[in-house]
């Protein structure tokens, strides 16, 4: 990172942002002041005017407006928190939509294995790698929770573009040293080996983000059945001394909840697995946990361990469907996980959108009219999930996930498309001969055409309100209205 | 239309399309040739390269090569038949993505009526029925069943506006006749009065398409509780009289099923109720059928009706999981429906996507392992429901669905991105000074961005296989990848 090098900004106009799992704060005629080190140094809200707003920012913060980047939003436009995805598969990406009828086990064994296994190659695992980083950055995902692969030198590699693209992530080197359920060709050769593997890539970026102030390491014991006991213990004993986060699965599909049962008859729970190991503590992201017994759930909340909800996936793997009001209940803390490429979607804006739907599948199976509807989950709720309930799960809240002083610029400016009376959209005209296509031209040689970028799938009529605005993006967004991406304040990723 | 002015086409390349409901016929080097009047008038399948496809098919025609308008495929190219909307409510289209946690009774009443009666004022339903007759066939839909209102002016404002941007639609007319259930300022006055608009609605038609070539009318009793059972009767007779499509709605959600059974008691089940009132024939779309019991099925199997599957719809508005195998098994042909606004999104691909979620969620609720395994849909199985299995459904098998000699020429020209070895993707580089938007710019002034267009969140990676590759599509692909639409042969729609 260059701090020194980026100049003060002042971001003018509209912003919304969770003020609670509940409500959504819009503020209109906002400023948002950044300093050079990507931190929010002042926020003004719902002054009179942009122009009012530009001067009271300006005039606390004693900054001269030559010295100062200036975004003001335009009509349509909103600054919202940059989405933080809790879990992902880096090395997955290429697979994304490539599933069949699996489910979970066979998946790992068709698809998912051979893929990871073979980016030991680093010039195809540079591929992918800067593919998934700079793709999520398009969806406006300004933080990651990555899994690699057991490969070192690629998990290094991993760190090394999150780090020079500028995506705030934890990247994980996968601990598999469980001979016999993990593939012969794709597995720790020890537990030692695969401690000291860990380690080296935990030295790797201590090397180049001292403080881990951008990218983090994060240990990563695939899931109970990958490990062995000892393999386990060793990773707790390593979050204790480091104060790492960690993150595995859990409860994922019903065969391997089986699988775990078998494998571990001690213990009394697949939650249980991870608590008998010292696994089980507030720095955990857990993800999935479709299949969780009441006791697992408050288990989980008395631990303060965290929950990764992975809506695509679940559904893709016909895995089942978690229940995060009944989460939210037990008190547990809950993000949100593409989970490429058990999730097809890298974007977590799909992933809020399937959180809503998947909670009214859960809402059909519930019991009476007045839990069926507690189970359903609003647009503010799953917005709130993409944000500040990821921020939470990765320990970030007092850094990341709104907008508030103190807090890093980790945001997008999201725009969307107006209709005109016409009823034709901006970017969309009438051009001659399909711009040389040749074939099929009408009578007058005219064709409807999209003129270059459009404006994405989000038609905003004029009669909306805020609210209804906000539902249009959640359910007809993408990464068309993903116009800029910061992390930490660096402009990271923008879009004509 | 122009028939006359049209130019013969020849298509050259990769061709996709359904063999069986479980096989993608998928072939390269292929040539199509479209007459002047859009009809595929020969298919030359494998050739040993597209040039010699190109020599055979000029040649069995004995068409000039400089009297044909040619296009070949890219790399990652190919053409698919146009897709079918089984089921679409045109005036909705504002309302996407607008149903907070309603259900189906109550989202009638605070979202759909009210706007369904605003639409009476023809600027307005200008602005949005040309809206979403060109924004569907963005997404590739070149055959639509719309729904309009009960408005005369209005719907036969849709019909023009199909016709003269050239898509292929049935518009109905919505039938309303009963007091009480519908509200007083949104239905028919009398039965009278709504049979004599939808005839006016049907000679409007007949008036600019006499042969129904493009536009037809298709006979819309809203769902039976909209309806007297008079009204239902007279229906059923202006069909009789005039052979025309009809569609309703059926068993969506249990408190309209409830509704169905107090206002209808005389009449066994749900189904029974358009069966007493001469409804249930093999030309009657049945929108949604997910409460539908065994004996319901077996009638509507017995009568050859059909049903349009809204996935999408049935998801958001907590309805419930349609079993589209179920149905296959009963013999009933099934199709895809958006179910704008019901459903978000106005794409079948999106639809066609939430078809194997929503299939996965029947199996999630299934008995064993065997016949959880049987109620998920394939890719292959819900792109047949998306082309041919729609075309059953509107009647029109022989015309549209597949490319066959004698077949119109429906289809889209589907292009796909591709990741380069640096992990950019076309349209992706590294330009100065975030053009110009000043704000956050690193150390050397360069900020990734997208110029202009780019090819859609697809990221073919170049070892895929073509199935990879159509599975990848259908769970990625967004009308980005939809680079060129035709209807009869006439291009409607084109990308840059």
Chains 1, 2 share one sequence.
Not at 163 to 188: L, S
Not at 222 to 232: I, L, V, Y
Not at 365 to 370: K, T, V
Request: charged share 25%.
């Amino acid at each position: 990172m260059h701090p020194g090098q980026q100049r003060n900004q002042l971001l003018l106009g509209t912003f919304v942002h969770s003020k609670s799992r509940r409500e959504l704060d819009i503020f209109h005629n906002g400023a948002v002041a950044v300093d050079a080190n990507g931190k929010i140094a002042a926020v003004e809200r719902d002054c009179p005017s942009v122009e009012a707003a530009k001067t009271q920012a300006l005039s606390k913060l004693g900054w001269d407006a030559d010295d100062v980047d200036i975004y003001t939003t335009k009509e349509s436009q909103f600054f919202f928190p940059g989405f933080i995805d809790t879990h992902i598969h880096a090395p997955q990406y290429p697979n994304a939509g490539i599933f069949g009828k699996t489910t979970l086990l066979d998946w790992l064994e068709k698809h998912t294995f051979p893929m990871e296994a073979s980016l030991k190659d680093l010039a195809k695992a540079r591929k992918v790698y800067t593919a998934v980083v700079r793709r999520t950055l398009s969806h406006g995902t300004t933080t990651a929770a990555y899994y690699a692969t057991i490969d070192v030198a690629a998990t290094n590699l991993l760190t090394d573009l999150c780090f020079a693209i500028g995506q705030r992530a934890f990247v994980g080197r996968v601990c598999m040293d469980r001979p016999g359920i993990n593939p012969d060709y794709y597995r720790d050769e020890s537990t030692e080996a695969a401690i000291q593997a860990t380690e080296q890539t935990i030295e790797h970026v201590r090397a180049i983000d001292p403080e881990f102030d951008l990218v983090a390491p994060i240990l990563t014991p695939r899931f109970a059945p990958s490990c062995t006991p000892e393999g386990m213990r060793a990773l707790a004993k390593l979050q204790k001394q480091g104060g790492y986060l960690a993150q595995t699965h859990i409860s994922e599909n019903t065969g391997e909840v089986q699988l775990v049962r078998e494998l571990f008859p001690e213990s009394q729970s697949y939650t249980q697995v991870y608590d008998d190991h010292g696994l089980l503590t507030p720095r955990m992201v857990l993800a999935h946990a479709v299949h969780l017994t009441e006791e697992e759930g408050s288990l989980i909340a008395l631990r303060k361990s965290k929950i990764s909800h992975c809506p695509c996936s679940n559904s893709s793997l016909t895995s089942g469907t978690a229940r995060v009001r009944w989460m939210w209940q037990k008190g547990i803390e809950v993000g949100l996980g593409t989970d490429v490429s058990g999730g097809y979607s890298p974007s977590i804006l799909e992933a809020a959108r399937q959180a809503t739907l998947v909670s009214r599948h859960v809402a059909v199976r519930a019991g009476d009219d007045i839990e069926k509807e507690r189970c359903k989950l609003s647009v503010e709720e799953v917005l709130y999930l993409a944000t500040r309930g990821g921020a939470i799960c990765l320990g970030l809240e007092d850094k990341i996930g709104g907008f508030e002083v103190g807090k890093d610029w980790d945001a997008q400016l999201v725009g969307l498309g107006r209709v005109a009376d016409s009823g034709l959209r901006e970017g969309e005209e009438y051009t001659a001969n399909g711009h040389g296509a040749g074939a099929g031209v009408d009578a007058a040689g005219m064709v409807p055409a999209l003129n270059g970028c459009d404006e994405g799938n989000v038609d905003i009529f004029g009669w909306e309100s805020w609210d209804e605005v906000m539902a249009k993006w959640l359910y007809s967004g993408d990464d068309r209205n993903t116009k800029k991406v910061w992390v930490k304040g660096r402009l990271v990723h923008a879009r004509r």
